[in-house]
C-alpha cells in the first residue's frame, strides 16, 4: 500500500472493470457507504477511502492550512486516483465531497466517467437572489456551539442532521462518526465547507452529473439541486428523492439504495 492509500485508509473492493470511487461527507467515514457496497462488489471495482481528518485518520496527518479550503481535498482525490492507477471512473459523492469531485473533475476530466452528486451544495450560506439555507449568524452559532460543547453540539446536531430521533440507529451511527472526529479538526472542517462557495467554478465541470436530492434536507434545500443543474456546464440531471435528511443513504437505505444503483449504472440521455 501506498503512502496516501496508507493515509487515507484505501480499500479496494471487487474486481470488475469499471472502478466506482466512494467518498463521504463531512461528519462521517467510509462506512456511511455500509448498505450500498454490497450491491457493487460483484460487478465493481469499488473504492473507499476516508478524507483527511475523518476520524479513522490519523489527526497528526491533518494540515489545518491545506484544508482551508475544498482545493486541498481535492488534491487529495487527485492523488488516491493516482496512486491506485485509476483511468476512469464513476465517482460517487456525498455531501462536501460531490463538489470535491466535481472540483478535481476541472483540472482531470479524463478521470471521470460521471459524478453522482448526493446531498451536494455549491453553497451554504444565502446570497443575492440565491438561497442556500443558512444566514451568517446562524453559522456563527453553530461554530460556537461547537467550540464550548462539542459532545453536547454533537447530541443536537445529529437528529437535526439525520431526520430522526436519538434512538434511531442512523443517528446513533452519525453520533459515533462525529464524536470519532477530533473536536478542533471537526470544527475546522466544518468552518472550511459551510463558508465555501464554489458557484463559479461550477461552469467548468463538464463531466455529466447525476444530482440526486431528498425533498427535506436540514443542510441543503432542494431549489440548490436546480441550481447545481442549471450551472453546471456538462449534461446533468436531478432527482428528488421522497426521503429526508442529509444522510439518506443512511437513514433511508431501502428506498436511496435503489436509487444510487440506477444512477451508477445507467448513464443520462441526452
Known sequence: MGIVEDAHNVRVLGNGERTIVLAHGFGTDQSVWKHLVPHLVEDYRVVLFDNMGAGPTNPDYFDFERYTTLEGYALDLLAILEELHVASCTFVGHSVSAVIGALASISRPDLFSKLVMLSASPRYLNDVDYFGGFEQEELDQLFDAMRSN?????????????????????VQEFSRTLFNIRPDIALSVA??????????LLGLVTVPCHILQSSKDLAVPVVVSEYLHKNITGISIVEVMPSEGHLPQLSNPEMVIPVLLRHIRFDIEV
Open 150 to 170: 462539542y459532545k453536547a453540539w454533537v447530541s443536537g446536531f445529529a437528529p437535526l442532521c439525520v431526520g430522526g430521533d436519538l434512538d434511531s440507529v442512523a
Open 191 to 200: 468552518q472550511t465547507i459551510f463558508q465555501s462557495d464554489v458557484r463559479r
